[in-house]
């Protein structure tokens, strides 16, 4: 049983409670020598049960309230159930389109390194390593030219030494 069906017959049985309670209650008894007399006031008995009509009237409403509430409740959740569907394929569909996606952009990367590879030998553009050997045989003729000069200008300056020794 759910809480609504509980509430409900809570509310009933606590109802038919108060209602044995009012009868109790209107309820008198007299005894003479000779008979007992018993009556009910029905003034009472009959507020107290138009009382409970009202209040069972009541317990309906909130009743039907609290059902109408469960279906939304079941609707919005059917909403949100087919909403995590729709999500769940899109993101096994986009899943997908990276997968085949990533191998068309490996594909792509292929073909563009051989396109630029291609250009720098027609261009004559040198790799990395040709441009590391050109630049240490930059520096090694750099250091040579400077040796050189150096003793060009020494040997000049022994051969104006040795012809004018006063200078």
Sequence with gaps: MSNIEFSFVGNLVNSFINFIYQIIKGLRIRIDGTAIEISVETEQYVSSLDERIAKLDLAKANL???LNAIDE????AELNKKEVEIAVHQIS???NDKSL???ELESIKVVVQSDVNAFRKVAGVL????????RLIGFISG???SLTASGIIWAVIKIIKAFYPDL
């Design 64 to 66: 039907i309230e609290g």
């Design 73 to 76: 409740l079941k609707h919005t």
């Design 93 to 95: 569909q986009l899943e």
């Design 101 to 103: 996606l990533q191998k």
């Design 127 to 134: 790799g990395p390593a040709e441009i590391r050997r050109e």
């Design 143 to 145: 250091v040579i030219a």
